[in-house]
Nanobody, 115 residues
């Protein structure tokens, strides 16, 4: 059973920073890609940043230059470093891993940015 557990969400003022972590129960190299998604209140879940097992990254336009996705292979952990946070970054952030034909999701962590 694959498990992904997010942590690091918090209440932060606009302009502040947070680092989210996603601990994975197996080697992150077993996933062809991993990513962070967020779901704002009343909105659909949307991709924020993704990384392939080759290290290629993509970012949603509104977070480019502010967010960085990274991984620590030895700890089987995926990170999302978020700087210059804005009120519109508020939402529940989910970690997702894609392995073969299956997607695996964590339970989410709440990020609230006060303006």
């Amino acid at each position: 059973q694959v498990q992904l557990v997010e942590s690091g969400g918090d209440l932060v003022q606009a302009g502040g920073s947070l680092r989210l972590s996603c601990a994975v129960s197996r080697s992150i190299f077993s996933f062809s890609s991993m990513g962070w998604y967020r779901q704002a209140p009343g909105k659909q879940r949307e991709p924020v940043a993704t990384i392939t097992n080759f290290g290629s990254t993509t970012y949603e336009d509104s977070v480019k230059g502010r967010f960085t996705i990274s991984r620590e292979n030895a700890k089987n952990t995926l990170y999302l470093t978020m700087n210059a946070l804005k009120a519109e970054d508020t939402g529940v952030y989910f970690c997702k891993g894609t392995r073969l034909t299956s997607d695996y999701w964590g339970q989410g962590t709440q990020v609230t940015v006060s303006s």
